[in-house]
């Protein structure tokens, strides 16, 4: 076995697992299973079936999930950089599927760093509804914020917040949560042998501590009949079955919903529960699900489906029917929120970027700015609300007055910046566009030295016939360039050469 494992976890592992463990041992000796998810914000899964570089092999509890072989490299590859799959552990697919995403749902992602499940989530949403999505560590959250813009979403607001801070500002509004808990990682042994070497510091113990933080949170800002899902990598039994155990105790209008039948899933063992006698109706801890290693080709998982059944009593004085209404790039964000205006006087909202313009005059220029690009440049209507955070503009799903007093790292969809009342578009506008969006557009062969010449940064001669114009525009000016029609950042076309404009901080060094 190359992987060291912790000799106090092995005999626990003995303990419970009893004639099954030589099966658990005997999974440290195969290597760990390597997965992409397909961004279908990008590309459709049978589309990217039809040009996937890499032997695919489904993954049964995720749609868009396959299995690369060992060794395949899958980040060495353009389609990476063009956002078309995300790196993604086998197991660590399943929790989202398990929230059942519909367009338009509101949903929470409150432990999101770096965005893996984010990203799916976005994905299912496809642009409609809202994804609010947070962690409390400021540092990863620049990964998290990264991952969102590669991916291409266009209605997400990305926090680094305390759960109690997003509770008092969004109080029952989301009718999805997923909380995907910093835990001690036991599931991840085998494929990240550091979380082994780290166990005693991310003790159990500790672990707890944070989640029973986080879920004494979590239902304060469901919507009345809402979902959420709680997932770990781990195994230990305090850190699942009895932390939704306590939850159920402490919130008795939720209940476990089955994960009977869903692909890969063991149930989860209620019988481990220390002291199960403290907790009534434990036998529907039953519904909950474990993925064993040695049982399926993933690493350890743990997932627990709470359905809130009761109402929210005094709670809901907060309007949680406030639309989330669309409104072109043309029109200015200036309507004051109502509570959220109120409830925080004192101003702490703060973003990566910096604060949000307090001057609708600001906002106007913006918004006017950005109105004359798309106009140009742009094919298609920008969704939500235009908001400004010093020259920075996004477009927001919320209505901003939501986000006063919280620390924003985006807005919305980070679109451009405005300097003397000019936009320059932003590479995450970019990397949200699909090909037809773009006035202007030029396609890089993905198999070519070229696209990884743009990826790099390079500046690249170009044919003016390999400029895609719609009628009417001129060759000279933003294009939009796609690796094989995907698109992958900006370039700027003139005389036959492409000024290139991947930003630094995102090019392809490593080749
Ligand atoms: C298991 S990781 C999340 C992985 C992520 N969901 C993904 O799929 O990429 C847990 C995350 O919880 C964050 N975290 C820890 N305590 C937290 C808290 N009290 N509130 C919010 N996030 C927290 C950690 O910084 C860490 O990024």
Known sequence: MAVQLPALFVERMRGLLGTEFAAFMAAYDAVPHTGIRVNTLKISVEEFVKIS????????????????????????????????????????????????????????????????????????????????????????????????????????????????????????????????????????????????????????????????????????????????????????????????????????GFRVVPLTGKPGFSPGRPEWIPSRERYPDIEQLAGTGRLWPHRIEGEGHFAAVLQWEGDAGEETAFDITLPISERSAGEVAGTRGRAKAQRHKSGRGQTGEGRRSGKAGAEHTAAEALAAFAAGQLKLQLPGRTVVYGDRVYQSPLNPDMLNGLKVVRPGW??????????????????????????????????????VRYLKGETLPMEEDRVVLTEGASTKGYALICIDGYASGWGKWQDGMLKNEYPAGWRWTSV
């Open 53 to 252: 570089p890499f032997e695919l092999r489904p993954i049964p509890w995720c749609p868009a999930g396959f299995y690369v072989p060992y060794g395949s490299k899958p980040g060495l590859h353009p389609y990476y950089h063009a956002g078309l799959y995300y790196i993604q552990e086998p197991s660590a697919m399943a929790p989202v599927e398990l929230l059942d995403i519909q367009p338009g749902d509101r949903v929470l992602d409150l432990c999101a760093a770096p965005g893996g499940k984010s990203t799916q989530i976005a994905a299912k949403l496809q642009g409609s509804g809202v994804l609010v999505t947070n962690d409390i560590h400021a540092e990863r959250t620049k990964a998290l914020a990264k991952n969102i813009e590669l991916y291409g979403v266009r209605n997400a607001v990305v926090l680094n917040e305390s759960p109690d801070r997003i509770a008092e500002a969004f109080p029952h509004y989301f009718n999805k949560v997923l909380i995907d808990a910093p835990c001690s990682g036991e599931g991840m042994f085998r494929k990240d042998e550091d979380m082994a070497r780290q166990w005693e510091t991310h003790s159990v113990e500790k672990c707890t501590v944070m989640q029973r933080d986080i879920l004494r949170i979590a239902s304060r800002l469901l919507a009345p009949g809402g979902v959420i899902v709680y997932s770990t990598c781990t195994f230990a039994p305090e850190e699942n079955e009895e932390m939704i155990a306590e939850f159920l105790q402490a919130n008795p």
């Open 414 to 451: 980070f679109v451009g910046t405005v300097k003397n009342g000019r936009f320059a578009p932003s590479h995450p506008l970019a990397t949200a566009l699909h090909r037809n969006d773009a006035v202007r557009s030029i396609v890089l062969d993905g198999s070519s030295p070229e696209a």
